[in-house]
């Protein structure tokens, strides 16, 4: 009986070393999905600045056009449905 227990847990030791491969590689993936999720929001935010900041002086004008048109039409008194 005692090499029957020491056959099963030969074979636990096995399977135990066995899992802690796979949870060692595992653990070593999610460490490089992390990084590299890091690295491509940084990466997004460097465009998204980038295109900003490229883009600030149509904005602008876009904005100062949208003003000018307000207050233009604000002048008016347009009856909406009114009669």
Do not use: C
Request: hydrophobic share 45%; no cysteine; glycine share 6%.
């Amino acid at each position: 009986m005692d090499e029957e227990i020491e056959n099963r847990l030969a074979k636990i030791e096995q399977t135990v070393l066995g899992n802690k491969k796979i949870l060692n590689k595992l653990l070593s993936y999610r460490r490089w999905e992390m990084f590299y999720s890091v690295i491509r929001f940084i990466i997004f935010m460097v465009i998204a600045f980038g295109l900003y900041y490229y883009l600030q002086p149509y904005l602008d004008q876009l904005f100062q056009v949208y003003t000018n048109l307000n207050d233009v039409m604000g002048g008016f008194n347009f009856p909406l449905g009114k009669s």
